[in-house]
């Protein structure tokens, strides 16, 4: 069958379709030749009702989406309800305690693979500014500890506080001087722009030789994501992820950038695996939507704990998760 031929759950009834374009050529190898990895739904935040396609490029397997909402269209697929700032109202105490161990333990791993402690920091996606006081705490002033987002709210009261935040884009971005930071990290940012590889370039100018950027993104080539493959895995978080990678592809990317890739090591993907859950409940075969409740990242602490624990356990045993860190270092 046509995927595009592919009907919405009932639930999209009144949603709107929105504009969206092709993307012909793959974003890692610049091939031609690819075929259909996956069709499916906003069946996160059901903005609107195409259905959209994930393809796998046959010359290197990287993931995309094509096609994919056009950028005039961004508003409406990131309502304003999205940003993860809200994160902090929306989840109990508990489950934002367990976040900031588990973005603790992250940083202090970044960190301990670098040859000398950072001067200077950037994270794209900066978010509240979590992990600018995270380094803030490690010796780094405020006036060289940088943070990108899209949410003019945060970049405002972060400003205020004497942190250098820009409401930017990082293609747009022309306020950060060459050569200036030591350490950039971007926590699933990557798998939400339309270029990665210029993205890479960008910050690859942004960092003196030697310096590092670490990137988590989802990876395409987990348990979970082979599991729900078909239309209902977490990760895909149709249509805001765009480009999603694997080890490999990923390791290409940056190599072929400018960048040789030091560590690469795997997170938790709770949160995916409970979406993936909870989609399959929602709009597969045999709907439960009261058993779906219980698999929302948001609200649900003893699944959240449980996948948690799941997913470490498996990172500690060797497994690749559904969340991969990659660190890589400026080449000159
Ligand atoms: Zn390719």
Redesign the pocket.
Known sequence: MDWQATLPPAEFADKPIIESEEVER??????SR?HQHAVGFDYESLTCRNPWRFVR??????VWLNPRPTVANLSIIYPPTYYSYNYTQQVNAIARIGKQWLDSGKMKSIVKRLDRAPRSYLDIGCGDGRFLRTMEKRGIPRDRLYGLELDERVVGSLVAEGYQAYNRRVEDCTEISPGSIDLATMFHVIEHVADPASVVRKIREWLPVGGVLAAETPNVDSLDARKFSERFWGGYHIPRHWNLFSPP?LKKLFEDNGFDVIATSFQTGHSFWMYSYQHSLNFGKRPNKRLARFFNPLKSLAFLMAFTAFDKLRAAMGARTSAMLMLARRRD
């Open positions: 793959c974003p890692v190898c610049d091939g690819f490029c046959e010359k290197c397997a990287h592809t």
